[in-house]
């Protein structure tokens, strides 16, 4: 009985940690955050993300690229409006000043 | 099917119409001897694009344009300013208006002026009691313009709309301020190609 009391004693009797105890503790707890978003996530999260500024620039560009082409357009379709607009004005002129000087 | 194949042949016979008021303006080799050239060339996609453009952002004076490209289906402008007489010669004119005179076109009006030596003829095609084509043929001296617009078009109201499309006065028929406009332009359109 007492040898038994003497060893619970002899395991439970208070013990300081090894020196490097705190060192190699921390250490390793780093190395649990690391493990938890480990680097490569980190360069997809960042690849995604520009992927999709890249997207954006390019929607964008596109977008514009389109509304200036569609406005070129725009300008083409009335400039043949205006000169037939003005022909027919020229016609319609003449036919009013018909028998004048100035006829055409 | 059968109803398919009905509705096709429908779509096809719509999109003729009026195909007959096109023009085969052959005027190209007078490119080289002007001074200044436009060339309007508008038709399916393109015009398609222009109009909505055209009816989603109207400038100032454009909005009256809306309504009046309704409906078209080509819109075709060949003008050439020359720096000296004699450019072009009779048979480019004629080639042109034997065209004019071929079926289902009518003389709108035609005027001649022997002095100046100046001519201005407009010109509708009619398809199916409609007006269906437009063309305007104006020869002067140190000018030779040519329009074509295929589908219905109000002539009365493309007259009023004249001068105020481009934000600027009647132009005295002049077309040199336009034509600065269509230079201007196509610096605009070859900067966006680069792009």
Redo the contacts between chains.
Sequence with gaps: MERLEGELERMLERRNPPGEFTERLMSRVRGERRRVLPAWRWAAAGALAASLLVGVYVERRQAR?ER?????????????????????????R??LN?GTED?? | MRYRILLAGVAFCWSLLGQGAKLDIKLDHLAAKAERV?N?N?EGA??E??????ALEPRKG?AD?VE??EGLQG???R?YHFAAEGAYTAADVEAVKKQLSGTGWTSF???S?QK?G?T???YSYMEGGKMMG?A?L?AEPLEL?V?N?VGPMD?GK??????K??GMP??G?K?KP?LK??QD?KV??EK?KR?
């Design positions: 690229l200036e082409r569609a406005g070129a357009v725009r300008d083409e379709l009335v400039l043949g409006l205006e000169i037939a607009g003005a022909k027919i004005n020229k016609a319609r003449a036919v018909l006829s055409l | 436009v309007v508008l393109m015009l694009m222009g109009r909505k453009f055209l454009e344009a009046l490209v819109i075709y402008v003008s009006v035609s005027v002026d100046k100046e201005v003829g407009v437009t305007v104006s313009t329009v617009i002539i493309l007259g009023r709309l004249q001068g499309l481009l009647d132009l028929m077309l336009v406009l269509k332009l605009k359109t966006v792009l």
